[in-house]
């Protein structure tokens, strides 16, 4: 069956950098892009963008170009969410969620989030 | 970009009562609109994609519809177990935005 895992919840200082995991199974890791979306807490979905995993190449929403980065490591079907100088407002719980394609699909298979919580 | 606004907010109905929830676009999504499910502590999960399709699993309870810029989400004779929040997201564009969600408490 089709599976997103993410890694555990984090407590981390302002100013440290965190690197969430999302592991796949059950399907063609390189068949679908990994997106990233933001739930403070107690606040709706926030998309943060989105990683092609055949290619590579990273797209970031306007709000999350600068301390955030995507990455891959294609041979174990993980995506990666990597945050840098971390600060208080990026406590939240962060999702991955796969998508067919960049566009006109819909995010169909989530994970499970992971929580992290910025505090000195 | 497209800007979605979602209402109500929030929604207090009971057990056996239909509810309606709505979604206004800013712009044409040609029907690239999905519905998600989530309930607290848990990730989202897909009911409703393409304005009107269930997702794989969901109960015919639930229906989609809509065009243009306006879509809706209807819940017939709610179960206890659909109590939570929803939220529409547009698929036509990035950034594929979301509404800011309707929170559907039991009465």
């Known amino acids: 069956q089709i599976q997103l895992v993410q890694s555990g919840p984090e407590l981390k200082k302002p100013g440290e950098t965190v690197k969430i995991s999302c592991k796949a199974s059950?399907?063609?890791?390189?068949?679908?892009?990994m997106n990233w979306v933001k739930q403070a807490p107690g606040k709706g979905l926030k998309w943060m963008g989105w990683?092609?995993?055949?290619?590579?190449?990273?797209t970031y929403a306007d709000d999350f170009k600068g301390r955030f980065a995507f990455s891959l490591e294609t041979s174990a079907s993980t995506a990666y969410l990597q945050i840098n100088n971390l600060k208080n407002e990026d406590t939240a719980t962060y999702f991955c969620?796969?998508?067919?394609?960049?566009?006109?699909?819909?995010?169909?298979?989530w994970g499970q989030g992971t929580t992290l919580t910025v505090s000195s | 970009d497209i800007q979605m606004t979602q209402s109500p907010a929030s929604l207090s109905a009971s057990v056996g009562e239909t509810v309606t929830i709505t979604c206004r676009a800013s712009?044409?999504?040609?029907?690239?609109l999905a519905w998600y499910q989530q309930k607290q502590g848990k990730s989202p999960q897909l009911l409703v994609y393409?304005?009107?399709t269930l997702a794989d699993g969901v109960p015919s309870r639930f229906s989609g519809s809509g065009s243009g810029t306006q879509y809706s989400l209807k819940i017939n004779s709610l179960q206890p177990e659909d109590f939570g929040s929803y939220y529409c997201q547009h698929f036509w564009s990035t950034p594929p935005t979301f509404g800011a969600g309707t929170k559907l408490e039991l009465k």
């Open positions: 712009g044409n999504i040609h029907n690239y």
């Open positions: 059950g399907y063609t890791f390189t068949n679908y892009g």
């Open positions: 990683i092609n995993t055949y290619t590579g190449e990273p």
């Open positions: 393409n304005a009107k």
């Open positions: 969620a796969r998508r067919e394609g960049d566009g006109y699909y819909p995010f169909d298979y």
